[in-house]
Structure formats: structure tokens, C-alpha cells
């Protein structure tokens, strides 16, 4: 098949079918239990003919299988019909600072394989310089991976920072010191197409969507802390960019108005009690005004990977040290009130605390609802769950791969 690869078909009769097919296709995936095809003909309208002819392409391709029989009270039993994430594969790119990982993943969310690439972001190079190098490797990989396994079905592409999915532009990069890169343009030939790029706290949202915690959901709000902050907005099962790409953006809101002074010039931002590095800035200040808990936190603080921090923060505040109990109180608290006007804002019917270390987020998410739920307990109509990500470490990977899924059955009709 190929569907979404760039090509303008519209209104041509090949279009047809193979958005019938990728509709069929869809139900199945979706479909909790093996389908068969009377139950697909009831549910698409389409004629029996037609899903004949459907299913069987799609069993040539790999991507449907029989797995048995259905019940019925008269006649004939059914063949069932089932999705398989194995019939093709999806190529993930994760650009993250201060590293640079490429994988592949089944239509099932499954990393089947992933490798960092040796490349420097924080050298200075061009960023043409480096997505060279990404798309070389990315290239040389699929062509590796293609010789013995299922074919790529796409591309998808998680970026730091501010992106454009319109246009795979990123319109800003604080960490990767980037404005206005044309991403998308400059990976295109060396990638699987069809080829999307977008802010990797969405991607990680879309994973959850996809493959995690919030499978069932249309309405959902991703909160990621600790390594970065920033939020992913899903709203009617769409994923939110704004004009710009830039929605979502939600470091520099304001959660204290006479807090920690910010870089951007104001204070109490939320970034300064959420993520690692203004928690160690912090720190820092600290010991250099004497603060011999702040000495010895640091120090400890050295051995622990960026991204897990904040877990060995909360298991010693736990244990009664007084400064980390302060940390992550603060941190609960304002990630709560932020929890809460995102809740206002978009009226979500869950909020997924994303976070590398999944059972950090789990530990803290009684604690979050717990200072959300008097926030908006008056707006009856609000009403969320608040949980944590399932995917923890692989968001980012499965997240890519989400994107360039997503992208391909956002033409399915049902």
C-alpha cells in the first residue's frame, strides 16, 4: 500500500480504495477482540464484494490474519480477522538534548530495535551539519533493518522545542539553539516517507494516546517534568499545535508571582521547580551561600542519570531530608496548580504526568490530585483522572512512532 506518501490523489478512484482499505484496516486495529467481515460490512456500509476483495489485500500485505472461528446461532461460523503490528514497521527518530536516538518500532508500539547516533548538539554545528549526519544514519539504518525485516511504513520525528507539524519546521530550540530549521525538508530524502515531525512532548502524548494509558480517550492533556516541562494537547483525538506550533509551551507560565527569579525575566515560572537543571541551578545557589545540605545534595546528585533526579530526591525526602522534602514540595504544588489551569483551559477528561522514570510519576500522582482537586472541585464539569504514563523511558521512541501512525489513518473514515 501506499497511502499518505505525498501524492494528490484526490477524488481519483485509487484514492477510493485505498482509503477503504486503510478504513478496514483501522476497524480492525481498533477492534477489541478478532472482527469478522459480516461485522465490517455492518459497521462501514461497504458491500460485501468490496471487503472480500479489501480483507484479502490486506492478508496478501501481512497487515490482517485469520486467527479462527466466531459464534453464531445459525448458519456457518465466521473467520476471524485480526490486526498484525508485525505486517510493516515504522522508523522513529528522537532528537533530544543532549543526545540523538533512531529505532524502529511494529504498528503495535513494540521498539524492536534502537541505537543512539554519534552526534554533537552541543558542539555547534549547523543544524544542516548535524541533520546531514542524523539522515545518513537514519538511511543506512533502514536499508539495514529492510534487508530482513518488514518494510518501513513511515517516518516520525520527535524534536525539543517548538515545532511546526504543518510544515516540520522548528520554530525555536532553546536546548538544540535552533530557530526556523526546516527539519522536515532537510531529513525528507534520507527517510521512509511519509515523514512527520513534531514537539516531542506531543509525540509522547500521542504515544499514550496510541499505545499507553489513554487508549480510550479523546480529550487529554500530557504534563511532562523533570528532564524538560512542557504539555501535549490532544483535544477530539487531535493533537493541538497552534498557530505557530508553539502551544503547549507552558515552562514560562507563571505559578508564583513572587518566586524564583526566571532567565526570561520573570519570576515564579513553572520550569524553575519542575525540571532538573533549575532544581540543580537552585542547588547551586544554595551551596554557594553556605547551605551544607545543598553541598552534599549536589555531590550525590552527580552519580544519578538526567532524567531520574527527581525519584532520588523524593525517596531521601522521604527518609526526612529536610531540603529535598522542600524541592519536592514545591514541585508537587506548582505542578499541580499548572495541572489545574490546563485543566481549566482544555477540559481534558485525563492528564497523564509524563516522566522518564514511570514509577516516579506513579508515586506522585495521588500527591498531585491531591492539591489539583480543591483547584477545581467548585467546576463539577471538570472532572479528570489524573495518571501516569505508561511508556516512561520508550515515550519518545514510541511517540515517533505514533506520529507518523497517526498521520496515516487520520484518512481512515471511521
Given at each position: 500500500?501506499?497511502?499518505?506518501?505525498?501524492?494528490?490523489l484526490r477524488g481519483n478512484i485509487q484514492l477510493s480504495?485505498?482509503?477503504?482499505?486503510?478504513?478496514?484496516?483501522?476497524?480492525?486495529?481498533?477492534?477489541?477482540?478478532?472482527?469478522?467481515?459480516?461485522?465490517?460490512?455492518?459497521?462501514?456500509?461497504?458491500?460485501?464484494?468490496?471487503?472480500?476483495?479489501?480483507?484479502?489485500?490486506?492478508?496478501?500485505?501481512?497487515?490482517?490474519?485469520?486467527?479462527?472461528?466466531?459464534?453464531?446461532?445459525?448458519?456457518?461460523?465466521?473467520?476471524?480477522?485480526?490486526?498484525?503490528?508485525?505486517?510493516?514497521?515504522?522508523?522513529?527518530?528522537?532528537?533530544?538534548?543532549?543526545?540523538?536516538?533512531?529505532?524502529?518500532?511494529?504498528?503495535?508500539?513494540?521498539?524492536?530495535?534502537?541505537?543512539?547516533?554519534?552526534?554533537?548538539?552541543?558542539?555547534?554545528?549547523?543544524?544542516?551539519?548535524?541533520?546531514?549526519?542524523?539522515?545518513?544514519?537514519?538511511?543506512?539504518?533502514?536499508?539495514?533493518?529492510?534487508?530482513?525485516?518488514?518494510?518501513?511504513?513511515?517516518?516520525?520525528?520527535?524534536?525539543?522545542?517548538?515545532?511546526?507539524?504543518?510544515?516540520?519546521?522548528?520554530?525555536?530550540?532553546?536546548?538544540?539553539?535552533?530557530?526556523?530549521?526546516?527539519?522536515?525538508?532537510?531529513?525528507?530524502?534520507?527517510?521512509?516517507?511519509?515523514?512527520?515531525?513534531?514537539?516531542?512532548?506531543r509525540c509522547m502524548i500521542l504515544g499514550e494516546k496510541?499505545?499507553?494509558?489513554?487508549?480510550?480517550?479523546?480529550?487529554?492533556?500530557?504534563?511532562?517534568?523533570?528532564?524538560?516541562?512542557?504539555?501535549?494537547?490532544?483535544?477530539?483525538?487531535?493533537?493541538?499545535?497552534?498557530?505557530?506550533?508553539?502551544?503547549?509551551?507552558?515552562?514560562?507560565?507563571?505559578?508564583?508571582?513572587?518566586?524564583?527569579?526566571?532567565?526570561?525575566?520573570?519570576?515564579?515560572?513553572?520550569?524553575?521547580?519542575?525540571?532538573?537543571?533549575?532544581?540543580?541551578?537552585?542547588?547551586?545557589?544554595?551551596?554557594?551561600?553556605?547551605?551544607?545540605?545543598?553541598?552534599?545534595?549536589?555531590?550525590?546528585?552527580?552519580?544519578?542519570?538526567?532524567?531520574?533526579?527527581?525519584?532520588?530526591?523524593?525517596?531521601?525526602?522521604?527518609?526526612?531530608?529536610?531540603?529535598?522534602?522542600?524541592?519536592?514540595?514545591?514541585?508537587?504544588?506548582?505542578?499541580?496548580?499548572?495541572?489545574?489551569?490546563?485543566?481549566?483551559?482544555?477540559?481534558?477528561?485525563?492528564?497523564?504526568?509524563?516522566?522518564?522514570?514511570?514509577?516516579?510519576?506513579?508515586?506522585?500522582?495521588?500527591?498531585?490530585?491531591?492539591?489539583?482537586?480543591?483547584?477545581?472541585?467548585?467546576?463539577?464539569?471538570?472532572?479528570?483522572?489524573?495518571?501516569?504514563?505508561?511508556?516512561?523511558?520508550?515515550?519518545?521512541?514510541?511517540?515517533?512512532?505514533?506520529?507518523?501512525?497517526?498521520?496515516?489513518?487520520?484518512?481512515?473514515?471511521?
Amino acid at each position: 500500500m501506499n497511502w499518505g506518501y505525498g501524492v494528490n490523489l484526490r477524488g481519483n478512484i485509487q484514492l477510493s480504495k485505498e482509503t477503504n482499505k486503510l478504513t478496514i484496516l483501522d476497524l480492525i486495529r481498533k477492534s477489541k477482540t478478532p472482527i469478522s467481515r459480516a461485522d465490517i460490512t455492518r459497521i462501514t456500509g461497504l458491500t460485501n464484494p468490496t471487503i472480500s476483495s479489501m480483507v484479502a489485500e490486506l492478508m496478501e500485505e501481512n497487515l490482517v490474519v485469520e486467527v479462527g472461528l466466531g459464534e453464531t446461532i445459525v448458519g456457518r461460523r465466521p473467520i476471524l480477522l485480526d490486526f498484525n503490528p508485525g505486517g510493516r514497521a515504522i522508523a522513529g527518530v528522537v532528537i533530544d538534548y543532549p543526545g540523538v536516538t533512531i529505532g524502529i518500532t511494529d504498528l503495535g508500539g513494540k521498539i524492536l530495535v534502537k541505537r543512539p547516533i554519534d552526534v554533537n548538539l552541543a558542539g555547534g554545528a549547523r543544524p544542516e551539519v548535524i541533520l546531514q549526519k542524523i539522515g545518513q544514519e537514519l538511511k543506512a539504518f533502514i536499508e539495514e533493518w529492510e534487508m530482513n525485516g518488514p518494510k518501513i511504513w513511515g517516518t516520525g520525528v520527535a524534536l525539543t522545542g517548538g515545532v511546526n507539524g504543518r510544515t516540520g519546521i522548528c520554530i525555536e530550540s532553546r536546548s538544540l539553539n535552533w530557530i526556523n530549521v526546516p527539519v522536515k525538508e532537510l531529513l525528507e530524502p534520507w527517510a521512509r516517507p511519509p515523514l512527520h515531525v513534531a514537539n516531542n512532548i506531543r509525540c509522547m502524548i500521542l504515544g499514550e494516546k496510541w499505545f499507553g494509558v489513554a487508549q480510550d480517550e479523546k480529550d487529554i492533556v500530557g504534563i511532562r517534568f523533570g528532564k524538560r516541562v512542557g504539555s501535549g494537547i490532544i483535544i477530539d483525538d487531535n493533537i493541538l499545535e497552534g498557530s505557530r506550533g508553539m502551544a503547549g509551551e507552558i515552562g514560562h507560565l507563571t505559578v508564583d508571582p513572587n518566586g524564583i527569579e526566571c532567565f526570561c525575566g520573570n519570576r515564579g515560572c513553572l520550569r524553575n521547580y519542575v525540571t532538573e537543571d533549575s532544581i540543580l541551578a537552585r542547588l547551586h545557589l544554595l551551596a554557594e551561600g553556605g547551605d551544607e545540605q545543598a553541598k552534599l545534595l549536589l555531590t550525590k546528585l552527580k552519580s544519578i542519570q538526567p532524567g531520574f533526579m527527581l525519584k532520588f530526591l523524593k525517596r531521601i525526602a522521604e527518609d526526612g531530608h529536610e531540603l529535598s522534602e522542600r524541592i519536592i514540595s514545591d514541585l508537587i504544588s506548582n505542578l499541580g496548580f499548572a495541572i489545574a489551569n490546563l485543566i481549566k483551559s482544555f477540559n481534558p477528561t485525563m492528564v497523564v504526568l509524563l516522566n522518564e522514570d514511570r514509577s516516579f510519576a506513579e508515586s506522585l500522582a495521588e500527591e498531585v490530585i491531591l492539591k489539583v482537586d480543591p483547584l477545581v472541585e467548585l467546576l463539577s464539569n471538570l472532572s479528570v483522572n489524573i495518571v501516569a504514563g505508561q511508556l516512561g523511558e520508550d515515550a519518545h521512541m514510541v511517540g515517533a512512532s505514533a506520529l507518523a501512525l497517526d498521520s496515516i489513518f487520520k484518512t481512515s473514515m471511521v
